[in-house]
C-alpha cells in the first residue's frame, strides 16, 4: 500500500452509473436491463426507489427529493465520477441533482419535462380515482406530487454545465420528443440529442431498441460522443 493509501485510506472505484427511476409502478427495476449489461464491463449501476407504491401516502415533494440527494451523496462518497441518468420523472429529477452535485455526466432517457398529451394525464386520474383506494398504484396524491416534481424541478436543466445526452424515441407515446427538445436548447455546454427511430417510451426495458440504446449510453461514458 502507498503511502497516500496508508494516509488517506484506500482509493475510490473509479465510476459508478447513479440512475433516478421514472414515474409508475417498476421503479428502480426500469433499469434493470442496463445493470446486467454493465456488469460485463464492471461498471455498477445504483439503483434505489423514489417512493414506495405501495403505500398511497408516500406522495411528500421533499421526501421524494431527500431519498435522490441522500443516495447522491451516499454515491459521492463511495465513487470518483458519477454517471447520473434519469428516465421520464426521472430525468426531470437528474437534472435537478446535476445543477447541484458535481456529476462526470448527464444521461437523459426521454426526460419529462412536459407532457405529450395533458388529456391523458387528466383521463388516468379520473380513471384511478373511481376505483377502489386499495387499487391505486400510484396514487391519486402521488400522481400529484409526481406533477409537482416537473413544475418544481423543470427549469433546472439549464442550470447543468456538465455534458448532457438527450435520448428519445421518435414514437414516444407519453412524453413528447419535443420536451427533449426544447430542454436541450436551454442547455449552455456540451450536449446531444438523439432520436432513437420507432422507439417508445418504454424503450430502456421493452425489447425493442435496448440495446442499441446501452451500446449509445456506453459510448457516451467512454468519451466517444462529447
Partial sequence: MSIFQRIFGPKKPKTAILTIHGFGTNLHHHYDYLSKYFEAFNIPVIQFDIYDVDN???DKLQDWISRCETQM???RKEYEEIILIGFSMGGVIASYLASIYKVKQLILVAPAFQYLDLGKVGSALY???????S????SVSQTSCFQQVVS???ECISQVDCPV???HGSEDEVISVESSRNAYKKVSGKKLLLVIEGASH???YNNT?????FEIIHSSIKGKLF
Fill in 56 to 58: 398511497p401516502n408516500d
Fill in 73 to 75: 451523496l451516499q454515491t
Fill in 127 to 133: 380513471s384511478w380515482a373511481t376505483k377502489d383506494a
Fill in 135 to 138: 387499487d391505486f398504484k400510484p
Fill in 152 to 154: 418544481n424541478y423543470k
Fill in 165 to 167: 445526452l438527450f435520448l
Fill in 202 to 204: 418504454k424503450m430502456l
Fill in 209 to 213: 431498441v435496448q440495446d442499441t440504446l
